[in-house]
């Protein structure tokens, strides 16, 4: 079992759907949590991070964290054909040097 | 202010053929990072560089070679290609931010080899 699992999709949805993703560790250790998001042919790009538990909200976006359950999730409001991509969770101890990467969730919004 | 540059973008090998993909930042990071990005495989770390002048393996090290050349400057070394190091390749670097390694990517080079 990986440390990071991340279901790959595809996640279909129609445009202006609330989109959940979602991620689960077996890291106790871990306590940073990044969201990336990498469009088609592009590196990743980070999203939004948050420290232990607790929801971090920037625009549309909407990370959450929940230790006691070893879940993490990202909500996307109002989702936009913009939003397609792939979207990679990230996890890294403190002092840590090198966050663990979950696998990538593609997502696809139509018009 | 570029962020992450990676050189070259696109590059096709022969079996046997060596080369270095180039990587730059300009963010003064102290950490740089090379992965490989496989279908349903994600990102897999290759070497790591936590400060100039230190390197280390990370999960799939073997046939690549690093050096990191100063502050700004990380490469990766093929010495003898291999099919199954046909992959799209990232550079990142980071900066603890309260301690997470929020890391910023390269836009990538695709490597085939033949």
């Given amino acids: 079992q990986k440390e990071v699992e991340q279901d790959p999709g595809p996640l ?22 990044m969201w990336y998001r990498q469009y088609s042919r592009k590196g ?39 939003d397609s ?3 990679l969770c990230a996890m890294s101890a403190r ?12 997502l696809i919004v139509h018009p | 202010n570029a962020g992450v540059t990676q050189t070259p973008k696109f590059q096709v090998l022969k079996t046997g053929q060596s080369m270095t993909l180039q990587c730059a930042q300009d963010m003064n990071h102290n ?24 390197t280390d393996k990370g999960e799939v090290p073997n046939g690549y070679n690093v050096s990191r050349l100063n502050k700004r400057e990380f490469s990766l070394r093929l010495e003898s290609a291999a099919p199954s190091q046909t992959s799209v390749y990232f550079c990142a670097s980071s900066e603890p931010a309260g301690g997470a390694e929020t890391q910023y990517f390269g836009p990538g080079t695709r490597l085939l080899v033949l």
Avoid: H
Avoid at chain 1, 20 to 26: A, F, G, K, P, V
Avoid at chain 1, 48 to 72: C, H, L, P, W
Avoid at chain 1, 95 to 106: D, N
Avoid at chain 2, 36 to 46: C, K, N
């Fill in chain 1, 44 to 82: 990743p790009e980070l999203l939004m991070y948050t420290y232990s538990s607790g929801n971090k909200e920037d625009g549309r976006f909407t990370a959450q964290v929940d230790k006691s359950s070893k879940y993490i999730s990202l909500f996307i409001r109002d989702s936009q054909p913009s």
């Fill in chain 1, 95 to 106: 002092g840590s040097y090198i966050p663990t990467f979950g696998r990538g969730t593609s």
């Fill in chain 2, 31 to 54: 950490s740089m990072y090379w992965y490989r990005q496989d279908p349903g495989m994600g990102l897999r770390l290759i070497y790591y560089s936590a400060s100039e002048g230190t």
């Fill in chain 1, 12 to 33: 279909s949805v129609p445009e202006g759907a609330i989109v959940s993703l979602n991620c689960t560790y077996s890291n106790s250790a871990f306590q940073y949590f």
């Fill in chain 1, 85 to 87: 991509a792939t979207y």
